[in-house]
Each structure stands twice: as C-alpha cells, then as structure tokens.
C-alpha cells in the first residue's frame, strides 16, 4: 500500500526525534527508527547498548517490538537514520525482521542526518526473503 507524503514527513520526524533518545554508551553511534503501522499509528525506536554487547537491540527494531506488542501487526514502511552522513542500511538481522511483518510494497526511506533521504523496496533489500511462505 502506497503511503502519503504527509505519512512520510511524519515518519521522517519521528526517527530524527527518536535518535536522540538513543543509549550508546559503547560506540556513540546514534541510531534512530519508525515505524508506520497499518492503522496509521507511527512507532519510535533508538539503539539501546548494553555493556553485554550482544544484548544491544538496534533502533529498528525497538520500533517494530513496541507496534507488534500493542497489537498492530502489519507495518507499512520504516524510517531509519544514523550518524554517519549517507544513506541508512537496515542491518541484515533488521530486515529479515522487517520481512516478517511488512505489508506488500513496503517502504523503507533510508536517511541521512540532515533529513534528506533514499526510498527503497524491502524487495530491494532482501531480496528471496526467507518467510513463513518458505515453509511450504
Ligand atoms: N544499529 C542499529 O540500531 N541499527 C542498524 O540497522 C545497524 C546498527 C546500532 C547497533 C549499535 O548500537 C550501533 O548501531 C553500532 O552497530
């Protein structure tokens, strides 16, 4: 489902707020994400560290726990922004997430720190995604 550019600048402001939230102790790389959920509702996430370094969660998704656990269970596209000055990747654990919860079409607008960004497919991305459909 196509979303609206409006639905885009509320996505795009959300991950920058989100960003600043993040809890990067271990490698002052911010990290900010949002989901759009399919009744509209837009879910917030940041990196959160842990001095177990395994146990850090990426912004991505904490965004995508907090839609799925208060119930809305398709998600329709995902903001994400870093610190570093190009285009955000999704890591590869995220998108196999993503994978798992998108609707058809998904979008992912892939930032970079001033606001401008790059709008992929989660197709693009990952692309012969492994998902329930593989089970046959
Ligand atoms: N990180 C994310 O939040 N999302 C990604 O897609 C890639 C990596 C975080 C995890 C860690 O806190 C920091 O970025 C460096 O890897």
Redesign the pocket.
């Known amino acids: 489902m196509a979303i609206s550019s409006e639905q885009k600048d509320q996505l795009i402001q959300a991950c920058l707020y989100a960003q600043r939230l ?1 809890y ?1 102790p ?2 002052q ?1 911010r ?1 900010g ?1 949002a989901v759009l959920a399919q009744d509209g509702q837009i879910y917030t996430g ?4 842990n001095a177990s370094f395994g146990a ?5 998704r904490v965004a995508i726990v907090k839609a799925i656990s208060t119930g809305n269970r398709k998600i329709l596209a995902l903001a ?1 922004v ?1 610190d570093a000055n190009e285009f ?4 590869g654990i ?1 998108r196999q997430v993503i994978a798992e919860f998108a609707a058809e079409h998904f979008a992912i607008l892939a930032l970079k720190p001033d606001g401008s960004y790059e709008e992929k497919s989660l197709t693009d991305v990952l692309p012969d995604a492994f998902t329930s459909a593989s089970f046959g």
């Open positions: 993040a990067v271990y490698s790389f990290v994400a940041c990196n959160i560290e850090t969660i990426c912004a991505e994400v870093t955000a990747r999704p890591c995220c």
